[in-house]
């Protein structure tokens, strides 16, 4: 099994900063994307940032510029450094692994259980 924990979720004034980090465990051999989603009550669940193993970067329209995603592929590590936070990026932020390759098997996809960030204006 593949598990990802997330950390470093928590309550901001708008205009601060806060840094989630999701460590993936379970035997892993490769991880090919890891990234952020996220989901505020009464919204579909939407990307955030991601980077594929070649380090290559993808944001929302509404991260670019304020966030940045970096992973470490020695220890399936992925962090997303929020700055410049605004009470729309009120969330619960979910750590995403796509592509993962196991001693055992091959999974489409793995989610964190989700952290809760939350920006008061």
């Known amino acids: 099994q593949v598990q990802l924990a997330e950390s470093g979720g928590g309550l901001v004034q708008a205009g601060g900063s806060l840094r989630l980090s999701c460590a993936a465990s379970g035997s892993i051999l490769s991880i090919n994307t890891m990234g952020w989603y996220r989901q505020a009550p009464g919204i579909q669940r939407e990307l955030v940032a991601r980077?594929?193993?070649?380090?290559?970067?993808d944001y929302a329209d509404s991260a670019k510029g304020r966030f940045t995603v970096s992973r470490d592929l020695a220890k399936d590590t992925v962090t997303l450094q929020m700055n410049s936070l605004k009470p729309e990026d009120t969330a619960v932020y979910y750590c995403?692994?796509?592509?993962?390759?196991?001693?055992?098997?091959?999974?489409?996809?793995?989610w964190g259980q989700g952290t809760q960030v939350t920006v008061s204006s």
């Open positions: 995403n692994a796509y592509g993962v390759r196991t001693v055992d098997t091959y999974l489409y996809e793995s």
């Open positions: 980077m594929d193993s070649g380090g290559y970067a």
